[in-house]
């Protein structure tokens, strides 16, 4: 059984210091079924401190309109996007259920290790982010033996989710996504990426390291993406 308790930790990242208050990761991801979700906690511009709790969730986090939406862009590259991924920001993920009152199932929340990673708009116009409280056009990509690069899990806006009454993001000039990585574990230390956006426009992340199980890799011929 999980404990109720959260704790208050404090990390230094880059440019902010961030203060998370959270239960203690106690798993790792198992298969990239569970690999789909990429939480987002904070969506503003960079401070000192930067302080989160509870992921963004509808019906809990307020929803701002937005009447400059239909200016923003809808085309991502390394020109108005820049995703780093910080491993040592060691954090927990983690997922929740809800009972139908709406209260949360405590005993069922599982709780992942994690890394902190932001998305900063480098650009000078607002970007639109796609719909949901998590980041909505982001996938992994991991090297496998031969060193292919391959795709792990599915961007949130591939797998046909009703997003219909889910918020929209954007993303102002400056401002940062913080979100958060779950970490896989197994004996096979590998190269790991995150890459977000759609069709061509993809942006990457900076290269780090995760501990993989190579049956991730099982079929991987069918996901191999173009280097």
Same mark, same amino acid.
């Given at each position: ?5 959260? /704790? ?59 009447? /400059? ?21 060691? #954090? ?42 998590? #980041? ?31 918020? /929209? ?42 501990? #993989? ?15």
């Amino acid at each position: 059984m999980n404990s109720n308790n959260p /704790e208050l930790a404090i990390f230094k990242g880059k440019g902010f210091i961030l203060a998370d208050t959270n239960q203690r990761a106690t798993e790792y991801l198992q298969d990239p079924v569970h690999d789909i979700d990429f939480p987002i906690y904070y969506i503003g511009p960079i401070k000192d401190t930067i302080s989160i709790s509870r992921r963004y969730w509808r019906g809990r986090t307020p929803v701002k309109f937005w009447p /400059e939406k239909f200016a923003a862009g809808r085309i991502y590259s390394d020109m108005n996007l820049r995703i780093e991924v910080d491993t040592t920001l060691a #954090v927990n993920s983690p997922v929740e259920y809800i009972h139908k009152d709406g209260k949360l199932k405590l005993d069922s929340t599982r709780n992942y290790y994690a890394s902190v990673f932001t998305i900063r708009n480098i650009s000078d116009s607002i970007v639109w982010m796609g719909r949901t409280f998590s #980041v909505y056009f982001l996938h992994r990509e991991l090297k496998d033996k031969p060193g292919h690069w391959v795709r792990v899990g599915e961007n949130i806006s591939d797998i046909g989710i009703c997003a219909t009454h889910e918020p /929209e993001i954007f993303l102002k000039p400056g401002e940062i996504i913080l979100s958060k990585v779950r970490h896989y574990k197994g004996p096979f230390v590998t190269d790991c990426r995150l890459v977000f956006g759609k069709n061509n426009h993809l942006v990457y992340s900076n290269i780090f390291k995760e501990s #993989v199980d190579e049956r991730i890799f099982q079929n991987a011929s069918k996901n191999y993406v173009n280097e």
